[in-house]
Every structure is written in C-alpha cells, then in structure tokens.
C-alpha cells in the first residue's frame, strides 16, 4: 500500500444489556458493560495522491448481501465526516477485509467506522483528540464512540455515553453467530410489544458500582442479563428461539460458565475460564456452526499501523 495505514476494526460484545422504556424522542435508553474483543474486521487506507473522491472496496469471508450505494455505507460516511471536519477534500482509497458478521450484535459497522477516523486522524498529524473523535463519531451511530475508546466499558444513554472500566479480564470468549441476520429495530419492537402486552416495564438499572463489582467476580457466578434475549426466547420466532437455545444450551454443556446473547443479536457467546475447555469447546462447536471464533478481551483498542 505504499504510504498507506492499515487500522484493525475489533468487535465488542454485551456481557450485560438492559434496555429501558422507549422515551418520548422514540429512542430507549441502554445500560450495558461493553467490551472489546481481539477479532474483527481490518482496513487498509490510502490515499489518491492528487484525486479527491472515496473510494471503498469490501472483500473478506463475509457476504456483504444486496448492493448498497457507497454513501449509504458507513465506512463511506466517516470518510466524509472527517473530510468535512477537516476542511480537506483530498481522496482516499478504503479496502475493508470483513470477518465481523452482519447483523450479528458486534458492532461491526460501528468498530469500521470508528476505525476509519482514527486513521484519518493519524495520517492527518492528530488534529483532533481523542474526546474530539468520540464526539465526532456519535454522528455517525450511537456504539460509535466506544470503539474510539475501545476495552472494557459502562455505557449508557443511546450507548455514546462511556465510562471506561479498569478489570481484570483473565477469561476466553467463544462467538458463536448462527447466520441469522437480527434488525436491531424489529428487536426493540418486539421488546415493546412484549412489555405493552405483559404490561410489564423494565427492569430498574443496576449502576455502575453493582455492574463493576459482577465483573470482577468469577464469571461462573455473573448475573448479567440481556433483555433482548428474554424476548427472544419468549416471543421469536420458532427458529429464533430454537437456535439460540440449541447454542446456549451447548456452550454450556461444554463448560461455559457464563452464556449471553450480545447486542440484538444474532451471536452468542460463552465465557470461560478455563481456556483448555474453551478451545475444546471450539472444536465440538465449529463442526455443528459456520461462524465459530475463540477471542480474547482487549484492555484497550490496538494502535492503528503505517506501512
């Protein structure tokens, strides 16, 4: 690539999501402890000498699906954003290697852009600061500026409300994505229809401190939860509630001491502490499911790389 920068774009996973009452603006306020995992997508990112213009190229294992316009993508977007902030209109070339699932509740899009502009900002001398991009970023997706931040973290409000965590995370994850696509809107709306006919509300936020303190504990005792989850298994559809039933069910026979959907869906995952077991664990389980990756936690995002 010559003068180019090559960025990693890692994943995050939920260990806890609560969701509240949408609010009068039709937004639902989250609260959840996001962390970072050592597997997702990465870009490449150089520029076209003389030309302006964005340029984004999508290769890798993962089936982008129909066609969408370029500047309906988000890699295109934070191109643009930063083009625009900077007030410099010179042309970059993006080819994106996806690994990340699509609509799978690890924030790929959000990890992709997130990474776009801290290379930019890299190539460009550091204009802005990192609150400067954490900002800039909620512009483009409310999960956005976690991945600014990256590691472990409480967050809260639409998700660009981010309290970084200091924990020690001496556990392995399994990710296990069944290839079923999850509408993070038709998930909420299922989750209002269920609360609307049960007349239920949701459940009271838990706060920092109590989170915090589940963390570091062992994750056999985690009383984490995601709200998305408890719809799914009660109201999805026959497939929905099978499947995810069918992997948590496995990850745990396989010694998972902690099981979870992440986001909306559709992957789940298990923590263990044991990473003999997990990478046991990941043998049984790839010859039963197509996408299957054993990760690790990230104390924090890894730097971007110019070659």
Not at 8 to 18: D, S, V
Not at 19 to 36: A, L
Not at 60 to 79: H, L, R, T
Not at 281 to 296: D, I, N, P
């Amino acid at each position: 690539m010559g003068d180019g920068i090559r960025v990693a774009a890692p994943c995050k996973i939920n260990l806890h999501l609560g969701v509240f009452d949408r609010r009068s603006d039709g937004y639902h306020p989250i609260e959840s402890i996001f962390q970072m995992l050592d597997f997702g997508d990465v870009l490449w990112i150089d520029s076209l000498k003389k030309r302006s213009g964005i340029e984004v190229h999508v290769e890798g294992p993962v089936p982008m699906g129909s066609f969408v316009p370029p500047e309906q993508n988000i890699v295109y977007k934070a191109v643009r954003l930063f083009q625009m902030e900077r007030g410099d209109e010179r042309g970059w070339h993006v080819r994106l290697e996806k690994a990340i699932p699509l609509g799978a509740g690890l924030g790929g899009g959000s990890a992709d852009a997130a990474a776009v502009l801290l290379a930019l900002n890299q190539v460009a001398g550091k204009p802005f600061s990192d609150a400067d991009l954490e900002h800039l970023s909620a512009r483009l997706g409310s999960d956005v500026p976690f991945f600014i931040k990256g590691g472990t973290a409480y967050v809260t409000g639409r998700g660009e409300q981010i309290s970084t965590v200091s924990a020690e995370t001496p556990w392995a994850v399994l990710l296990v994505n069944p290839g079923l696509h999850s509408s993070t809107p038709e998930a909420f709306a299922l989750l209002d229809t269920v609360r609307s006919d049960t007349q239920n509300s949701a459940k009271p936020p838990l706060g920092k401190e109590r989170l915090v303190q589940i963390l570091q504990s062992h994750p056999k005792n985690w009383t984490f939860y995601n709200d998305f989850l408890e719809v799914f298994l009660q109201r999805g559809s026959p497939e929905v509630q099978r499947t995810y039933q069918a992997i948590l069910s496995e990850l745990k026979d396989l010694g998972a001491e902690f099981v979870n959907l992440s986001g909306s869906g559709s992957t789940c995952f298990g923590v263990f502490s044991d990473l003999a077991r997990a990478k046991k664990a990941l043998e049984v389980l790839k010859t039963h499911w197509s996408f299957v990756e054993l990760c690790f936690p990230l104390a924090r995002r890894p730097n971007t790389v110019v070659e």
